[in-house]
């Protein structure tokens, strides 16, 4: 994707900062199309933009890896179905790819179905970076995972953990209550953390268990989640769009979204487009070569954390959005002295994986002749 050598810490820097781009860009549109009317926004509706950027991601994510035929694994385990003939690791993959197709939907859910944005979203960061560390606990018990997690990455789950909390503290619209009197929204989140369980778990575990000579095929494993994730969402879409209007408010919601759409629907889609270049950065640092889950959980939320600021603060300047808090401001601090902690666990992890030889140094330029 880049020119930096693979598992290299400039590759990771690289990869962050296509996240951290990409994904202020997606932050911007979505509270953009669906500002209000009454400030001179599109004010599209939650469903419809749900629906139409769920769509332009697919198909964006589904180009990529048809173009580039990026789904052609490398196997030492090849299993054959009668005349299929196909990797081991796609019998976990595929799984991996209906997680994610529970994932996206159930994030914008939480949106609708929380009268506040702000604590949606940092449940959702703080969850993945508790469940990062708690699945390197796991694999490092079942003998999957032989490297050790730095004290300095413990120190950086803290101060991640403590932005989250400053954050969440600070919200008054209804706050976490609203979330616990709420049935259908508890019913979302459940399936959203043990999606992103599963999928994290999984991830982690086709990198842990690359054995020497087994390429570790980032592109092949994201091409395969990705096909299988759009192929669910389509269906289960489709399912949902052929049921009678009148099952329930949410389906109602969403067949009104879809049928009576507005003007906005083909740029919502591009935004869509926008939200599936996100997801390359982010499966790529999730499943970063040579670092573990709790290293890598905190490279892409805290990430995806500054991004939320960075996107707050364009939107304020450009479009009349309230500006961040002081309390977001805090927590951003928070999020550079875990940054902090974070690079030092780097250096000690690169020059590791140095000695081991699974990155290795470029060669010294030639001596310059007289």
């Not at 419809?48 to 697919?58: A, H, K, N, P, Q």
């Not at 490092?140 to 032989?146: D, F």
């Not at 403590?162 to 619209?173: I, S």
């Not at 999730?286 to 364009?314: D, E, H, I, P, Q």
């Amino acid at each position: 994707m880049f020119k930096s050598k693979e598992g290299s810490t400039a590759a990771l820097v690289e990869l962050c900062l296509a996240y951290l781009g990409t994904y202020t860009i997606y932050t911007v549109a979505t509270k953009y199309y669906t500002g209000p009317v009454s400030r001179g926004l599109p004010g599209v509706n939650n469903w419809e933009f749900l629906v139409y950027s769920t769509l332009g991601g697919s198909l964006i994510c589904m180009a990529v890896v048809s173009i580039f035929r990026w789904a052609r694994m490398e196997s030492a385990n090849m299993i054959t179905w009668g005349k299929l003939r196909f990797p081991a690791e796609y019998l976990y993959i595929i799984p991996s790819g209906i997680c994610t197709a529970v994932v996206i939907p159930t994030t914008t859910l939480l949106y609708v179905l929380l009268r506040s944005v702000m604590v949606a979203m940092l449940i959702m960061r703080g969850s993945v970076i508790i469940f990062s560390r708690i699945i390197d606990a796991i694999q490092i018990k079942q003998g999957i995972l032989h490297k050790k997690v730095f004290w300095e990455e413990e120190v950086a789950v803290l101060f991640a953990i403590a932005a989250v909390g400053l954050q969440l503290f600070f919200v008054k619209e209804a706050g976490g209550s609203d979330l616990l009197k709420n049935t259908l929204a508890m019913l979302v989140l459940c399936s959203y953390l043990l999606a992103y369980f599963i999928r994290i778990y999984i991830m982690n575990y086709y990198k842990n268990t690359r054995g020497k000579g087994c390429k570790q095929d980032n592109k092949a494993f994201f091409a395969v989640e990705q096909v299988s994730a759009s192929i669910t969402i389509l269906l289960a879409l489709a399912v949902l769009m052929l049921l009678p209007s009148g099952s329930g408010k949410i389906l109602e919601a969403l067949h009104r979204g879809y049928v009576a759409a507005s003007i906005h629907w083909p740029m919502v889609v591009v935004a869509g487009g926008v939200f599936g270049i996100v997801a390359f950065s982010s499966v790529f640092i999730f499943m970063f070569k040579g670092r573990t889950a709790t290293f890598a959980g905190l490279a892409n939320r805290l990430t995806s954390l500054v991004a939320g600021t960075l996107a707050t603060l364009v939107f304020a300047l450009f479009f009349g959005g309230k500006y961040p808090k002081s309390e977001d401001w805090l927590a951003l601090v928070f999020i550079f002295i875990a940054v902090g902690f974070m690079t030092r666990a780097e250096i000690k992890r690169a020059a590791e994986l140095k000695r081991e030889g699974e990155i290795c140094e470029p060669p010294a330029p030639a001596p310059a002749k007289a």
